[in-house]
């Protein structure tokens, strides 16, 4: 897989750079809050059941040059070649994400980026929740970000990434040093796109930062979250109006052709069909 970027000149301009940057820890930061509010968490294509590649010329076209964002996968597979590109000290990590008490595949990808001798994790693909800052490593004090707080706890010869939400701490996923090989990053992608059992297959899920903001789609639920108040949520009425959505407050661009509303009518039908048949046995 190669891992050097054809043309990083429009992907710093998409992160408000008009000149590489320095490899420093400011710089790290600016890149990863940057990040975050500019390419959008989405899985269109995994709802459209349709290949992923992580190939960075598949990535680079998609990202920079057709309106797209994308998963862990791909966001951060594209961030870590920027990263190098600006001479960087980092390598890709894999995680489980905690869900339930059954332990799950390592299918989602971080970073691990050292500066100056101080190991630091930065991710921009972990959709609604993707920390805006990186996060130290040797310390398991809380960390603030311009969005929620984080820590991370040292478990089990690795670490648990925690984060502060509505008051209470809550388990988002857990990760070792082990390094992964361009092929890992491969399998994980394939498994997250092509499994059965995979939460994005045929499933719509989006996220997007601001300032003192989030915003997340899952299938036909649009939520804006504001720090510090209410979130506000709202339950779209059809497809049109999660394209719609998915246009003016993401900003993506869509594929063109039917295939994008036919599978959302069918994913808001199934979700209805599941709503009903719940409050029915209630």
Excluded at 204 to 219: D, S, W
Excluded at 233 to 259: C, I, K, S, Y
Aim: charged share 25%.
């Amino acid at each position: 897989m190669s891992t050097n970027l054809k043309d990083p000149g429009p992907y710093l301009a998409r992160l408000g750079f008009d000149a590489p940057p320095p490899p420093t820890l400011d710089t790290l930061r600016q890149l990863q809050l940057r990040h975050t509010a500019a390419f959008p968490f989405e899985t269109i294509a995994t709802l459209l059941r349709q290949p992923v590649p992580v190939d960075l010329p598949s990535l680079e076209r998609k990202l920079l040059h057709d309106g797209r964002g994308g998963y862990c996968f791909e966001l951060n597979r594209l961030f870590l070649a920027l990263l190098q590109h600006l001479g960087f000290d980092a390598r890709p990590l894999t995680a489980r994400v905690i869900e339930g008490a059954a332990p799950l595949a390592r299918t989602h990808l971080l970073l691990l980026v050292t500066i100056d001798g101080v190991a630091w994790t930065s991710d921009v693909g972990f959709g609604g929740m993707v920390p805006t800052a990186p996060l130290r490593l040797d310390t398991e004090a809380v960390q603030p970000t311009p969005h929620e707080p984080y820590r991370l706890l040292a478990r089990d010869g690795g670490w648990l990434l925690r984060a502060r939400v509505a008051g209470d701490w809550r388990d988002l996923y857990a990760f070792d040093l082990q390094p992964q090989l361009d092929i890992d990053l491969e399998v994980g992608s394939w498994y997250v796109s092509t499994h059965p059992g995979s939460p994005f297959l045929g499933y719509l899920r989006v996220a997007r930062t601001g300032a003192g903001i989030r915003k997340t789609l899952a299938n036909g639920r649009y939520t804006l979250h504001r720090l510090g108040a209410a979130s506000e949520r709202r339950e779209l009425a059809d497809a049109d109006a999660v394209m719609q959505v998915l246009r003016e407050e993401f900003e993506l661009r869509l594929p063109d052709g039917p295939a994008l509303r036919e599978a959302l009518e069918a994913r808001l039908a199934a979700d209805t069909e599941t709503r009903d048949r719940t409050s029915a046995s209630a």
